[in-house]
T-cell receptor
Framework: QKEVEQNSGPLSVPEGAIASLNCTYSDRGSQSFFWYRQYSGKSPELIMSIYSNGDKEDGRFTAQLNKASQYVSLLIRDSQPSDSATYLC???????????FGKGTSLLVTP | EPEVTQTPSHQVTQMGQEVILRCVPISNHLYFYWYRQILGQKVEFLVSFYNNEISEKSEIFDDQFSVERPDGSNFTLKIRSTKLEDSAMYFCASDAGETQYFGPGTRLLVL
């Protein structure tokens, strides 16, 4: 079983600050990593995927992957109150494309 | 933009009854999934479906559950003899390769 661990939070940051969300995973062979955002009562929505070591930027979001440390993170720059949600880290389960999710980190951006 | 749709949005049933949850995946997608999320818990994989057969299932997906693609557009999850612990949000997802798109979910309440 490919486990994904996240701090449940809540993580509280002021509006305009950088929010840093972290995730560790158990299987060193994992190759693909995903960050989803989930608003309360809603379905997960893909923010970013990352497959290679290093940083990947998309707008205000940057995903960082360190396979040696089995660590993946998501940075949100210029955080907005609308970013307040639960952020889910996910990896592929096995040989297919089904996902194992972490429990998610709750982010609260305060005005 | 194409999206995954699910019906019904809410379903209330009595323990022991059968329920069928319906999903219409994005039309050119080939892989279909069901996940569930018990209130306050993480998103859990149930089953994946490809080329008209189950490609992977979790330990949760026991004989109580079945999936079907009865026609070219619908993808269904049947839960036989529902139990109280089946109360959860059930999400359908689809993809054409790696990026999964989730439907809005069906909230199932078993009384």
């Amino acid at each position: 079983q490919k486990e994904v661990e996240q701090n449940s939070g809540p993580l509280s940051v002021p509006e305009g600050a950088i929010a840093s969300l972290n995730c560790t995973y158990s299987d060193r062979g994992s190759q693909s990593f995903f960050w989803y955002r989930q608003y309360s009562g809603k379905s997960p929505e893909l923010i970013m995927s990352i497959y290679s070591n290093g940083d990947k930027e998309d707008g205000r979001f940057t995903a960082q992957l360190n396979k040696a440390s089995q660590y993946v993170s998501l940075l949100i720059r210029d955080s907005q109150p609308s970013d307040s949600a639960t952020y889910l880290c996910a990896v592929f389960r096995n040989s297919g494309y089904a996902l194992n999710f972490g429990k998610g980190t709750s982010l609260l951006v305060t005005p | 933009e194409p999206e995954v749709t699910q019906t019904p949005s809410h379903q209330v049933t009595q323990m022991g009854q059968e329920v069928i949850l319906r999903c219409v995946p994005i039309s050119n997608h080939l892989y279909f999934y069901w996940y569930r999320q018990i209130l306050g818990q993480k998103v859990e994989f149930l089953v994946s479906f490809y080329n008209n057969e189950i490609s992977e299932k979790s330990e949760i997906f026991d004989d109580q559950f079945s999936v079907e693609r009865p026609d070219g557009s619908n993808f269904t999850l049947k839960i036989r003899s529902t139990k109280l612990e089946d109360s959860a949000m059930y999400f359908c997802a689809s993809d054409a390769g790696e990026t999964q798109y989730f439907g809005p979910g069906t909230r199932l309440l078993v009384l």
